[in-house]
């Protein structure tokens, strides 16, 4: 039943009083723009509307709003072009709407709470189970996935979930004095770089996303969770040592490694939004140290041949980098790597030891007019603020559709492995991806894998049996490919790219087979077999754990753990279904 259908009954009355009052209507982001909404007169708010347009991709703006949808195929019905309250936003301030169009719902929530206290997540699952409305969990909305909305869904907005606690010696509930370290809880909706200042105020390094508006403690540990520095010390998922939750059957549960501990394995890589609504995580951290950075840049209008040149360059160079503890982006014209070993990281030999690591990139980028620096900085905060915090403040209001693979390290041990890599980056360039585009996280635990789970609870103080795709502790690169749809597309374009990008999907998983897997927080929406591809053998037991605190279906999103093929053709998926099927027609798979 979608929740209009019910507005005129007090059951909304009653939910807005359980809640304090927290129960609003959600409205597209760009609504002020317009002067028609679903199809009525309404009117403009210039003041709104101009702060809008100003800073139609500024990430921060989304980050704070109960409708704001970073990507915006959170907000947009992607079936229906129609069904959208988009903005022109290839131009800076965002074009205004043109005279008669109208902002449409898309797949924007109808409701949304602002969850402040426990009582307002019971209170929401209570009338999700009452009235079988579609119940999704929203945060920063930094999403790419479409997970956190549903066309006529109400949305727990838990944003609001803040709070920072460090802790000198943190030991789990229930664990008996076994301590895990140093640590510090966040709230839900801490922010990273919120996460990065405080860590960095206590003498500490939070190992982190690359994105200041990430939620930490939200989907981005609980999907697995990269870093720059995950190759020493591993994915976020590594790093979490208690999560406290509220499961769909309406129980606060502590999971760690001694309560619960199914859970714990569970929402360490299985992903967010469909096993509960996680209030706070604590996540172990690092004393402060220097980190060696090289950012390393070819000329910006470099060719498509040079870009594929300096790949395989990377390619040849990224097993003896791997092994020394690099790790960061590299793109089709650019590496910025980061690295916290000592033995590279040495404040005292003036960047020698960097600098020698990095002699051939450096050489193929000033040989073709480009550029670089290579240097050691006193603190994971000084990178953060020097390298990468400028770069990823104004990255919203797109549409962008991402396709991931994780490649095994046999792939960069020999000739015959890097020349089928290469051969993979042609035969993408011949379905529309430009190598320039290239894109691949460095965020792998290459180096963290390799110690024992003994060694690794005596030294990191936790564990690497986690619930993600057994791949990533294989893996050297985690390569991407991506396409934009622009913001008017039509639905034949729209079905265009992302068939294109499925395409590209299935060419990677060929290239790696079983031994390759996918990120799925970066992965493409439509992938056909996505169990196998972002779990591997853990999506079974997974799924266990789902039925068991959630037996009533309560939360379910687009591709979660529990969703059902039968929910692509269903109402409630349309705005995905419509093009997942369409897709596979074109692929021949429907028959």
């Given at each position: 039943?979608?929740?209009?259908?019910?507005?005129?009954?007090?059951?909304?009355?009653?939910?807005?009083?359980?809640?304090?009052?927290?129960?609003?209507?959600?409205?597209?982001?760009?609504?002020?723009?317009?002067?028609?909404?679903?199809?009525?007169?309404?009117?403009?708010?210039?003041?709104?509307?101009?702060?809008?347009?100003?800073?139609?991709?500024?990430?921060?703006?989304?980050?704070?709003?109960?409708?704001?949808?970073?990507?915006?195929?959170?907000?947009?019905?992607?079936?229906?072009p129609l069904d959208q309250c988009t903005l022109n936003n290839t131009v800076l301030p965002a074009a205004e709407p043109a005279t008669g169009s109208s902002c449409n719902q898309g797949s924007v929530p109808s409701y949304y709470i602002e969850v402040l206290e426990i009582s307002d997540i019971n209170a929401?699952?209570?009338?999700?189970?009452?009235?079988?409305?579609?119940?999704?969990?929203?945060?920063?909305?930094?999403?790419?996935?479409?997970?956190?909305?549903?066309?006529?869904?109400?949305?727990?907005?838990?944003?609001?979930?803040?709070?920072?606690?460090?802790?000198?010696?943190?030991?789990?509930?229930?664990?008996?004095?076994?301590?895990?370290?140093?640590?510090?809880?966040?709230?839900?909706?801490?922010?990273?770089?919120?996460?990065?200042?405080?860590?960095?105020?206590?003498?500490?390094?939070?190992?982190?996303?690359?994105?200041?508006?990430?939620?930490?403690?939200?989907?981005?540990?609980?999907?697995?969770?990269?870093?720059?520095?995950?190759?020493?010390?591993?994915?976020?998922?590594?790093?979490?040592?208690?999560?406290?939750?509220?499961?769909?059957?309406?129980?606060?549960?502590?999971?760690?490694?001694?309560?619960?501990?199914?859970?714990?394995?569970?929402?360490?890589?299985?992903?967010?939004?469909?096993?509960?609504?996680?209030?706070?995580?604590?996540?172990?951290?690092?004393?402060?140290?220097?980190?060696?950075?090289?950012?390393?840049?070819?000329?910006?209008?470099?060719?498509?041949?040079?870009?594929?040149?300096?790949?395989?360059?990377?390619?040849?160079?990224?097993?003896?980098?791997?092994?020394?503890?690099?790790?960061?982006?590299?793109?089709?014209?650019?590496?910025?790597?980061?690295?916290?070993?000592?033995?590279?990281?040495?404040?005292?030999?003036?960047?020698?030891?960097?600098?020698?690591?990095?002699?051939?990139?450096?050489?193929?980028?000033?040989?073709?007019?480009?550029?670089?620096?290579?240097?050691?900085?006193?603190?994971?905060?000084?990178?953060?603020?020097k390298y990468v915090l400028s770069g990823a403040l104004t990255t919203a209001g797109i549409t962008r559709i991402l396709a991931t693979r994780l490649i095994p390290r046999k792939f960069f041990e020999g000739e015959a492995g890097i020349a089928k890599l290469m051969e993979f980056m042609v035969a993408a360039?011949?379905?529309?991806?430009?190598?320039?585009?290239?894109?691949?996280?460095?965020?792998?635990?290459?180096?963290?894998?390799?110690?024992?789970?003994?060694?690794?609870?005596?030294?990191?103080?936790?564990?690497?049996?986690?619930?993600?795709?057994?791949?990533?502790y294989n893996a050297l690169w985690d390569i991407s490919t991506s396409l934009t749809i622009s913001w008017n597309a039509s639905y034949a374009e729209r079905l265009q790219n992302v068939t294109a990008i499925t395409k590209a999907t299935l060419l990677a998983e060929k290239l790696t087979g079983t031994g390759?897997?996918?990120?799925?927080?970066?992965?493409?929406?439509?992938?056909?077999?996505?169990?196998?591809?972002?779990?591997?053998?853990?999506?079974?037991?997974?799924?266990?754990?789902?039925?068991?605190?959630?037996?009533?279906?309560?939360?379910?999103?687009?591709?979660?753990?529990?969703?059902?093929?039968?929910?692509?053709?269903?109402?409630?998926?349309?705005?995905?279904?419509?093009?997942?099927?369409?897709?596979?027609?074109?692929?021949?798979?429907?028959?």
């Open positions: 039943m979608p929740i209009s259908s019910i507005c005129r009954i007090n059951p909304i009355a009653t939910l807005n009083a359980s809640v304090g009052g927290r129960l609003h209507t959600t409205v597209p982001f760009a609504l002020p723009c317009y002067s028609s909404y679903n199809g009525n007169s309404v009117e403009v708010d210039e003041a709104a509307c101009t702060l809008i347009r100003n800073n139609y991709t500024t990430n921060s703006i989304y980050a704070e709003a109960p409708d704001g949808y970073m990507n915006l195929q959170g907000e947009m019905c992607l079936g229906d929401a699952l209570n009338f999700t189970k009452d009235f079988q409305i579609p119940l999704v969990i929203k945060n920063s909305g930094h999403d790419y996935m479409t997970r956190n909305s549903q066309k006529g869904s109400l949305a727990l907005w838990v944003h609001k979930l803040q709070g920072l606690t460090f802790h000198d010696d943190f030991v789990p509930e229930g664990c008996k004095g076994d301590s895990a370290g140093r640590a510090i809880t966040a709230g839900t909706g801490v922010s990273t770089g919120d996460l990065h200042n405080f860590a960095d105020e206590h003498d500490s390094t939070f190992i982190g996303g690359y994105s200041p508006t990430v939620a930490a403690s939200g989907g981005w540990v609980q999907g697995g969770g990269h870093s720059v520095l995950s190759p020493v010390y591993g994915l976020g998922a590594n790093r979490v040592v208690q999560l406290k939750i509220v499961t769909p059957d309406g129980y606060l549960r502590t999971a760690n490694q001694c309560r619960h501990e199914d859970l714990f394995w569970a929402l360490r890589g299985g992903g967010g939004g469909t096993f509960g609504v996680v209030l706070e995580a604590t996540h172990r951290v690092e004393r402060s140290m220097p980190i060696a950075v090289a950012n390393i840049w070819l000329p910006s209008d470099g060719t498509p041949k040079k870009s594929l040149e300096w790949i395989e360059l990377l390619a040849n160079q990224s097993l003896v980098w791997g092994k020394q503890g690099w790790g960061g982006h590299a793109g089709g014209l650019y590496l910025t790597y980061m690295n916290p070993v000592p033995t590279i990281a040495n404040l005292t030999d003036g960047g020698t030891a960097a600098n020698s690591s990095m002699s051939a990139a450096t050489e193929f980028a000033l040989a073709a007019g480009g550029s670089s620096v290579v240097e050691v900085l006193p603190s994971f905060l000084a990178v953060w603020n360039q011949q379905l529309g991806f430009d190598p320039r585009n290239f894109y691949c996280p460095i965020g792998t635990p290459f180096v963290f894998e390799q110690t024992t789970d003994f060694q690794l609870r005596a030294r990191n103080k936790s564990s690497f049996k986690t619930s993600v795709n057994p791949a990533w390759g897997g996918t990120y799925p927080n970066e992965a493409n929406p439509f992938t056909p077999n996505w169990r196998e591809s972002w779990w591997g053998d853990n999506y079974a037991r997974l799924l266990e754990v789902k039925k068991k605190y959630d037996p009533e279906g309560l939360l379910k999103c687009w591709k979660c753990v529990g969703f059902e093929d039968d929910d692509i053709s269903s109402d409630r998926f349309r705005c995905q279904g419509k093009l997942q099927l369409d897709i596979d027609r074109n692929l021949g798979w429907d028959s």
